[in-house]
């Protein structure tokens, strides 16, 4: 090959290179321009932030959930008759129940101390209760007398009762607000994977420790005061400090949950745009909330509407019996004649629950709300069906023992899917900024009412009626869910909490040159895409915060 021809194919192969390189670059130049794009809330330091805080709010919300199951796991000692202390069985009724009687009270308050001293001291102030309701508890058997110590006992219960009612809509209004619409989701279902969570462990220990409920008392009380400790560091959301006109405070917060450096002096334009945005928000809430009447508010088409939505589908949600088989998981099991331990059951039902909450976040927002509850509703109605048809027919069904285990299982993924954490998950998104508080506790409220009530009848209904047609009517109830869920339940998902309050007032998610015309957003203004620079904030700009 001679030395010319040679050097055409260097420089042939050279031009190739330089080519395939300006390519590479050019890739590399789409995919930081990509990453540039991506809002200050949804990038890593922000999100580990936002999910760090979160995961800390919710470690209280544990100890409610190893209220709700601690009857499950201890009435088996506390009726035993060969024990020094024995409950009879209306004492274990009310033992049993007495929490869930105090849960509307909790719901009631939480919506006044959220609008008053915040979100995150009313997270604080329902830990100290659960500290009190738990301590009681472990210390009740210090009395000498029968009847102190019961009496101790159902005060401790009260008093958890009441952390109950507060804990579930706190830490979700608190996730809610901190967060973008696209990670939002993940954040509220913090507070179903904390109660998850509890309940499990509370099988858990009932499992390992099987004749002691004054050692599951205590383990129960130190895991509480860790909880309580882990409340403080927790920032306040910037909505609530911006609405109560504590404005550097805001700024300060916001700073935290979208990533940056609390001294950092650097003019940020898509900070500043959604800083803003959160106070325009809160001086309309702020205006309206003190021109309007408590009348005027409930009368108002964005307020009573989701309010009457969201206590009926409480209403759907306590009458399945979702609750039911939580508190009395070993009791039902016994009932529905499963072939294993009745506790190792209970484990079993606690083990699917959160698994299932774990994956809650990706089905919302890749099915949206509405296909998850529906499909819920659907699945519970067949598994609760399944086991009254074991009842009614037990020879037939014999031939299949695991089948009783199965469907209490499946009931438990069903309902987690949407029916049992649907509720809770919605409160912090249908209500206006300047009512969520007090609307989402008496939502609350009165789904605990339901469930106080509930809780309390099923031993007399299934007295009465027998195990499998109680079995019958959760499954009715289910049954009826499925066209309210699909009919009346809005679907929320990527929408902002203006859209959907925008929603309520007209009928009809509004589209985005609706927003841009109303001088709303239509996504967060975080969400701009060609907001920011590579840290979202223009350097070039000085401004002191």
């Known amino acids: 090959m001679s030395s010319d021809r040679w050097e055409t194919i260097k420089l042939e192969q050279n031009g190739k290179k330089q080519a395939s390189d300006k390519i590479c670059s050019g890739l590399d130049r789409s995919q930081k321009k990509e990453k540039k794009t991506k809002p200050l809330g949804e990038r890593r330091k922000a ?3 936002q999910q760090l805080m979160v995961l800390l709010g919710n470690t209280g919300v544990m100890g409610a959930g190893m209220a709700v199951a601690l009857p499950s796991v201890t009435l088996g000692q506390l009726t035993d008759e060969n024990e020094e202390f024995c409950l009879s069985q209306e004492e274990a009724s009310w033992f049993s129940s007495i929490n869930t009687m105090a849960c509307p009270l909790g719901g009631l308050l939480v919506g006044l101390l959220m609008d008053r001293i915040g979100r995150k001291n009313t997270i604080l102030v329902t830990d100290i209760c659960g500290v009190l309701g738990w301590g009681l508890l472990a210390t009740a058997s210090l009395h000498n007398e029968r009847s102190a110590i019961f009496i101790q006992m159902l005060i401790g219960r009260f008093i958890s009762g009441i952390m109950i009612g507060l804990c579930v809509s706190p830490v979700g209004v608190y996730s809610a607000e901190i967060s973008l619409p696209r990670i939002r989701g993940r954040l509220i279902l ?4 904390g109660l998850a969570a509890g309940i499990l462990f509370m099988y858990v220990l009932g499992y390992f420790i099987r004749n002691d409920w004054q050692l599951i008392s205590i383990i ?9 400790l882990c409340v403080l560091p927790m920032p306040e959301t910037p909505s609530w400090l911006m609405q109560n006109g504590y404005t550097e405070k805001a700024r300060r917060s916001l700073k935290y949950f979208r990533g940056l450096n609390k001294n950092d002096v650097s003019y940020c334009e898509e900070f500043e745009n959604e800083l803003n945005q959160i106070k325009r928000t809160s001086e309309q809430s702020r205006n309206t909330a003190q021109s309007e009447s408590l009348w ?14 969201m206590i009926g589908f409480f209403a759907f949600q306590q009458c399945s019996g979702v609750v ?6 070993v009791q039902i099991a016994t009932r529905a004649g499963v072939s294993i331990d009745p506790v190792l059951c209970a484990v079993m039902v606690g083990v699917a629950r959160i698994i299932t909450t774990f994956f809650m976040s990706t089905i919302f927002e890749k099915w949206g709300r509405k296909p998850a509850g529906i499909i819920s509703a659907a699945g519970m109605t067949v598994c609760m069906l399944l086991l009254a048809a074991s009842g009614w027919f037990p020879e037939p069904f014999a031939k299949a023992p695991p ?22 998950f919605m409160i912090s998104e249908v209500f206006p900024q300047r009512v969520r508080g007090s609307a989402s506790g008496f939502s609350v409220s009165f789904g605990l009412i339901i469930s106080f009530a509930v809780i309390k009848i099923y031993p007399t209904m299934e007295a009465v009626m027998g195990t499998a047609n109680v079995f019958a009517f959760y499954g009715a109830v289910s049954a009826i869910a499925v ?7 809005p679907e929320t998902r990527g929408r902002t909490l203006l859209e959907i309050e925008e929603y309520f007032k007209t009928g009809r998610m509004p589209l985005p040159n609706e927003m ?14 060609d907001a920011g620079d590579d840290e979202g904030c223009n350097e070039s700009f000085l401004k002191s915060t």
């Not at 913090?190 to 994977?193: H, R």
Request: charged content about 10%.
């Open 47 to 49: 999100v580990w932030r």
């Open 190 to 193: 913090g507070t179903s994977i």
């Open 220 to 228: 129960s009380t130190v895991h509480q005061v860790i909880s309580t």
């Open 296 to 309: 005027q508010a409930v009368k108002a088409p964005e307020v009573y509407k989701p309010l009457l939505l």
């Open 324 to 329: 039911v088989v939580v508190v009395f998981a």
């Open 403 to 424: 089948l009783p285990v199965v469907c209490i299982v499946l009931h438990i993924v069903f309902s987690t899917m949407g029916l049992l954490t649907l509720p809770f």
């Open 483 to 489: 066209p309210f869920i699909c009919f009346l339940i």
């Open 516 to 529: 841009a015309a109303l001088g709303k957003p239509h996504k967060n203004l975080a969400h701009d895409e």
